[in-house]
Structures are given as C-alpha cells and as structure tokens.
C-alpha cells in the first residue's frame, strides 16, 4: 500500500551539511519527496513532537539538542514508506544501526542520531500536520 511518512534532518547532520547526502539516499531508495520545509523547532513545538516521551531520562537532553539548529522535514511517499524508511534508518542508537544505514552513517550517538522517522500509521499522520498544517 503506498504511505506517506515523515522524515526529519536533525541539528547534528543539517550542522555539518549532510542535508543534500541523506535526501539523496532516500531519493535512491525509492522515496518521493512530497513536501519539503527547514525550520528551528520551538519548545512547544518540540514537547508536542515528542509528547510521548516527556518525562523519560532522556528528555531535556533530547529537547535542547532539537532546538539547538536548523532541522529539515520531508514529508515522503513509497510503497510500505513507514516500514520501509524505518528500515533505511536503522537502530536509534547509532553504534547498533546496521551497516549502510543512514544512522549507522550520519548518527554521532544515541541521541544525536541524525534523523527522525515515524514509526506507525498514526504517528506518520500526527507528524505530518503537526509540521506541515
Ligand atoms: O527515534 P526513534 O523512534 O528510533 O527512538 P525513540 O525511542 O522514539 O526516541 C526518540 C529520540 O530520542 C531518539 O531518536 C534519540 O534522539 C533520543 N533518545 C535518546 O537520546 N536516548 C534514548 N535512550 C532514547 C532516545
Ligand atoms: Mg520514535
């Protein structure tokens, strides 16, 4: 079934101009680019993203480095494009992601991992109008 999904450039990689790399490769896998934005995540912003997540020992590190530059969203299109990106994507932590994978490539660790990818139907669907409404 074609799905849409979200996909997002994190500070670490937009930081070190891997923007135009990491697009290439979700172009080269089959991927459409269907809505494209660069913009700085706000706290709000940031806290509605990742709700799920508010509390967790993780959080406020994972909250500043959001806001701490530029981030890039892609609003993509393929045939299983959930599945599928989370497969390109790799582990989130960048150390475990399998080789050729775009964390296991652009990822510097655990939580500086490069990319974002929604992980289900519904998330992909929260995602995408909360980023592009
Ligand atoms: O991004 P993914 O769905 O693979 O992982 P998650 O469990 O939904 O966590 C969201 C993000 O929080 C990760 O991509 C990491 O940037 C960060 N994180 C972290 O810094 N430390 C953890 N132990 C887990 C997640
Ligand atoms: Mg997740």
Redesign the pocket.
Known sequence: MKQRTLLLI?PNATKKNQIGSILKMIEENGFEIENLKLFRMGGELADEF?A??IG????D??KD??MSGKIVAAELSREDAILKL?EL?G???CEKAALGTIRSIYGD?????AV??S?GIESAAREIELIFQ
């Not at 967790?56 to 959080?59: D, H």
């Not at 660790?109 to 991992?113: A, C, F, I, P, Y």
Request: net charge neutral; aromatic share 16%; glycine share 4%.
């Open positions: 994190k990742y799920e997540h967790k020992k993780f959080y590190e994972l480095f959001m989370r994507v582990n989130t932590d660790s655990k939580g500086e991992n974002h990818a992980d």
